[in-house]
């Protein structure tokens, strides 16, 4: 095969507390057919969350949800995806529920535990035990993630979730 089997190209976006006064209606006529909203981040609620998947679906685009990771171990990533399923309990996930473990998590990792690496081994536990939890919750788990980032630290066969590979462009969504 081409390698490519089961690949969704969809154009979405990811929007945080970052992100302000998005206009969901502009956002939807520009071409967006998803939207991506980061619950939280380590043991923290995003603080505008409820309000992004409230104007995304009254905008009629359906909504994802992605964690970012500062977990140091299985049992972290297990806390993280149990304060994620808390927060999104009640909204109407239509697309998966997707894991930010990146370089950024990796740094956090070494800064933290003394003598700490980050291994492919270690970064793959943490990943699945938090799509395991996503998956109980009976909702699809996936991976965010780039190729250079999954080819050094996530063995994606491992953690049986879908992957959400990042395609980076200069536009941020459209605002008032």
């Known amino acids: 095969g081409s390698g490519s089997e089961g690949v969704l190209s969809k154009k979405g976006i990811d929007v945080s507390s970052w ?11 520009s071409g967006v057919e998803f939207v991506m909203v980061r ?16 104007g995304a679906q009254a905008a009629g685009l359906p909504v994802g949800i992605y964690w970012f990771s500062y977990a140091l171990n299985e049992i972290e990533a297990r806390a ?3 304060l994620c399923v808390k927060a999104i309990k009640g909204f109407d996930i239509a697309y998966p529920v997707a ?7 990796v740094n956090n990792y070494e800064k933290s535990v003394r003598n700490g690496r980050m291994t492919r081994a270690l970064a793959t536990s943490i990943v699945r035990a938090f799509c395991d939890e996503i998956k109980r919750a009976g909702y699809r788990a996936a991976v965010y993630s780039n190729y ?9 066969g491992k953690v049986g979730a879908e ?3 990042a395609h980076w462009q200069d536009a941020d969504p459209p605002v008032e």
């Open 163 to 165: 992957l959400w590979l």
């Open 99 to 105: 894991y930010d473990f990146e370089y950024e998590s």
């Open 19 to 29: 992100q302000r006064n998005v206009d969901y209606s502009r956002v939807k006529a």
């Open 80 to 82: 993280e995806a149990a």
């Open 39 to 54: 619950a939280g981040f380590g043991d923290n609620l995003d603080s505008r969350y409820v309000s992004h998947i409230r």
């Open 148 to 156: 250079d980032f999954l080819a050094k630290y996530i063995d994606i």
